[in-house]
């Protein structure tokens, strides 16, 4: 296969290709994605469970025109964690659901009204950096899976090093030196060497994979419903709509389509939404689109849904593996964190790509302060909180360009701004 090959949306691959492909789309997403029950307390086999089922839905739901794999979403891990600690983990799913729902009847009123109205409130001026800093602003995530960020009076310990340097050397390299075949698996080389790696310097433990029973069923749960956890829960909503329509504009860059056209928008954040819901109903944590996934497509240029297909199907089939699933959990912070540095910095790139296909025009007042305010909001550390939810980085950073986009359209149709002189 030629390096420089695009290997479309609809395009089918050969099983031989389809799976090496689908099991490095389910590695690059599993180290992020088993964090979220991690912290939650709960066991991750109902989470690749749903993760599986989850972009199945999302797939059949958007006819196979969006290629994204839906992982474990942080947004909801603050509230999250005061509806647990309030109510208990049953009260938290009802909270899922309900802001599932909500979010299932936001997307048939974007249906209604159509999603032009994004690029009057988020035109590529501001939707360059935003797309920029979901990457950008997990650069200190990245760094601190890797152990490279001890805690102070520590030191980065050496195997920690080797090991990080192993994986992203691999990454670096074999996506620009690999040929034919190898040249669209760099990502799952580079997990390879980097594991073989921590075997060899001994930071990883087979405990737990010895503990572990051959066959297990994931463990289901049923919701129970409280109002004040709801209520505590939804403001997450706007968090992760705005996430979603920032990793689908970005899907989309890397794709060459419009996805916010075709399949549009309301099928898109319906499938994220309702994925949501049915994960609150199983016992699982809410589902959305991701980033390391998205990476990977740019990395690749291997867009398929049936990579991502194949990655869910295997992502079901080791939640009921339960030395399987305990194996994959041994893939050490290092390696997870070698793969992000290239990952997250491929969708920053991928928003400056915005503002160059675009050919945004500095000269202009109203485009120079969209994306200069923008940028130094999401990468400044500063929190706005609105009681439960917590609105920082990339998400506040939208928030304020979508504000101050408005405000300079109305400028505009007034003949307010000086970009015209």
Known sequence: ???????????KVPVSL??????QHMFAMFGASVLVPFLFGINSAIVLFMNGVGTLLFILITKGKSPAYLG???AFLA???IVIEQFGYQYALGAFVAVGFCGCILSVVIYHFGSDWIHIVLPPAAMGPVVALIGLELATT?????????????KIMGSNVIVFFVTIGVAVFGSVMFKKFLSVIPILIAILCGYVAAIATHII???????????????FISPKFDINAIIIMLPVLLVISSEHIGHQIVTGKIIGRDLLKDPGLHRSLFADNFSTMISGCIGSVPTTTYGENIGVMAVTRVYSVYV????AILSIFCSFIGKLSALIGTIPGPVIGGISFLLYGMIGTS????????????????????????????????????????????????????ILSLLFYILDKFHLTNDGE
């Not at 296969?1 to 395009?11: G, R, T, Y």
């Not at 389809?18 to 099991?23: D, K």
């Not at 433990?205 to 463990?219: G, H, L, Q, Y």
């Not at 991502?308 to 990655?311: H, L, P, Q």
Request: include cysteine; aromatic fraction near 6%.
């Open 1 to 11: 296969m030629d390096k420089k090959e695009i290997i479309q949306v609809e395009q």
């Open 18 to 23: 389809l799976i090496p492909l689908s099991i």
């Open 72 to 74: 474990s979403s942080f």
């Open 79 to 81: 509230s999250g964690a």
């Open 142 to 154: 990245a760094a601190d899976n890797a152990g490279l960020l001890p805690a102070e009076g520590q």
């Open 205 to 219: 433990d087979f405990e737990a994979v010895k503990a572990a029973s051959f066959f297990a069923f994931p463990n």
């Open 308 to 311: 991502i297909a194949g990655a």
């Open 351 to 402: 928003g400056i790509r915005i503002l160059v296909d675009s050919k945004v025009d500095f000269s202009k007042s109203k485009n120079l302060i969209l994306t200069s305010v923008i940028f130094v909001t999401g990468l400044s550390s500063v929190t706005v909180d609105l009681g439960s939810v917590k609105l920082s980085g990339m998400i506040l950073a939208c928030i304020v360009g979508m």
